[in-house]
């Protein structure tokens, strides 16, 4: 199995500019997760979803950030204005819930945002 | 809000050495806590999980306890390795919501 998939590695834009980070989850995985990491803040769980619906999105920092699961083998995390702030490494995660309200979640490599 | 704390910060010991990372957590409601080993520009790995029920869970030189009660559990790190190095976190969660700690990083001195 290839793992969670996450692209790009690396994105450098400019403040005010769109982002889109995206990820393949582990197929059969049914949930997906997005997580952001900061120094200051450590690693902090944006929204997740659960058969391709959103469960919980308290954690979506501002109306700025959107994601998507338009299918079981792909999600989008969109960022639209960029700030500097939004700077971070972004990781998706996919567990597969069998049945059992947690199991032990897959994580990709992260994509670092760089936003000037 | 749950809070979860890693003490130390970073953690360095000469190799061979067994050794201990701390977690603890503020709400014992939790339905399982899994440590995971972050290596530096890569993702998390899940190195062991415990469900609530259960006190212990062991794979090769690692072994990780749970205390609810007391909302602190252990990763012990059996004849450390320069290959254990690496930032250790552990997790808590009431369901699928993981809330994790700031980490613990980990230096193996050769």
């Known amino acids: 199995d290839a793992g969670v998939i996450q692209s790009p590695r690396h994105e450098v834009t400019e403040m005010g500019q769109e982002v889109t980070l995206r990820c393949k989850p582990i197929s059969g995985h049914n949930s997906l997760f997005w997580y952001r990491q900061t120094m200051m803040r450590g690693l902090e769980l944006l929204i997740y979803f659960n058969n391709n619906v959103p469960i919980d999105d308290s954690g979506m920092p501002e109306d700025r950030f959107s994601a998507k699961m338009p299918n079981a083998s792909f999600s989008t995390l969109k960022i639209q204005p960029s700030e500097p702030r939004d700077s971070a490494v972004y990781f998706c995660?996919?567990?597969?819930?069998?049945?059992?309200?947690?199991?032990?979640?897959?994580f990709g490599p992260g994509t670092r945002l760089t936003v000037l | 809000k749950q809070e979860v704390t890693q003490i130390p910060a970073a953690l360095s010991v000469p190799e061979g050495e067994n050794l201990v990372l701390n977690c603890s957590f503020t709400?014992?409601?939790?339905?399982?806590l899994q440590w995971f080993r972050q290596d530096p520009g890569k993702g998390l790995t899940s190195l062991l999980l415990i469900q609530s029920s259960q006190r212990e869970q062991t794979s090769g030189r690692l072994n990780a306890s749970l205390d609810k009660s007391s909302g602190r559990s252990t990763l012990y790190i059996a004849a450390s390795q320069p290959g254990d190095s690496a930032t250790y976190l552990c997790?808590?969660?009431?369901?699928?919501?993981?809330?994790f700690g700031t980490g613990t990083r980990l230096t193996i001195i050769p």
């Open positions: 997790a808590v969660s009431p369901g699928e919501k993981l809330t």
């Open positions: 709400d014992s409601a939790i339905y399982n």
């Open positions: 995660a996919s567990s597969s819930r069998q049945g059992a309200p947690t199991d032990t979640q897959y």
